[in-house]
């Protein structure tokens, strides 16, 4: 599914998104094709829902997102553990 098929079947809406092909560029992740886990009315049902399935599934790659924005842009975060 492409971003804007997503924007038109759930306007105004907050979702919860799975990467399916996804690939960096320049310090962005583009998402090539993206699986719709749900949707939602406001950001905090979105991030609690993202963080419980982020926590199961540390591996997948998983992004929350309001319709509103036309594209979909995400920047790249370097992950540091701290021992």
């Given at each position: 599914?492409?971003?804007k098929d997503i924007r038109e079947g759930c306007p105004?809406?907050?979702i919860l998104l799975e990467a399916i092909e996804a690939h960096s560029d320049h310090?962005?992740?583009?998402?090539?094709?993206?699986?719709v886990l749900d949707k939602f009315n406001n950001s905090d049902e979105a991030m609690k829902a993202y963080r419980?399935?982020?926590k199961k599934n540390?591996?997948?790659?998983?992004?929350?997102?309001h319709t509103k924005n036309e594209d979909l842009e995400i920047e790249e975060r370097n992950r540091r553990s701290i021992i």
């Open positions: 599914m492409k971003w105004d809406s907050w310090g962005k992740r583009v998402v090539d094709k993206i699986a419980e399935l982020h540390p591996e997948r790659e998983l992004y929350v997102a």
